[in-house]
């Protein structure tokens, strides 16, 4: 936002928003439309989560800087970047975790006792997969969303010989 901001002036000006700084350190803000939470910073920086696209997480971090605008602070909407797209597929068909982890071991963790689903480390592009044996993948760490399709065609391929 370019600006510090006074966490609990913003919390007791807002409706949607808690500040609790012994348990976490910023405003944590809710918006109804588009559906996403915001966490506010003294800094002025604002982690925007859970908006379901791309436009959404625009629309929301600025909805977010107009409220803080309207509280009198001199926001400057600046440097809005994804950090972070979690995405999700079924591709219908069982998948073999054990064989998919001695296969591909340098890539993979695989162990049931702690988490059911193998976590998969893909190089190229640099993202994590976290494979269920119901055949339902979770990818996280993109930047955009060309990197999840380019992932999923890469491994697509692999899954299916398993």
């Keep these: 936002m370019g600006c510090e901001l006074n966490l609990q002036d913003i919390n ?5 928003s808690e500040y609790t700084p012994s348990r976490f350190h910023g405003v ?9 939470t915001a966490l506010i910073f003294r800094t002025g920086k604002i982690i925007c ?8 997480a625009s629309l929301g971090a600025r909805k977010f800087a107009r ?7 001199p926001v400057k909407f600046v440097d809005f970047k994804l950090q ?5 597929v079924d591709l219908r068909f069982p ?16 162990e049931p006792e702690l988490f059911p689903g193998l976590i998969y480390r893909m ?9 269920f044996v119901n055949g339902k993948i979770v990818f996280t760490g993109a930047k955009a969303r060309k990197d999840i399709m380019e992932c999923l065609e890469k491994i697509y391929p692999t899954l299916l010989s398993f």
Excluded: D
Excluded at 12 to 16: H, K, L, M, P, V
Excluded at 49 to 56: D, K, L, S
Excluded at 95 to 110: A, D, K, P, W
């Design 95 to 110: 998948i073999r975790l054990e064989n998919l982890n001695q296969m591909h071991g340098q890539f993979s963790s695989y």
């Design 49 to 56: 989560t859970g908006a379901r696209n791309e436009t959404e």
């Design 28 to 36: 944590v803000m809710r918006m109804r439309e588009p559906r996403c």
């Design 67 to 73: 409220i803080l605008q309207k509280l009198g602070y």
């Design 123 to 131: 190089v190229n592009p640099r993202m994590v997969l976290l494979i």
């Design 84 to 88: 972070n797209i979690v995405a999700t």
């Design 12 to 16: 007791f000006r807002t409706r949607n």
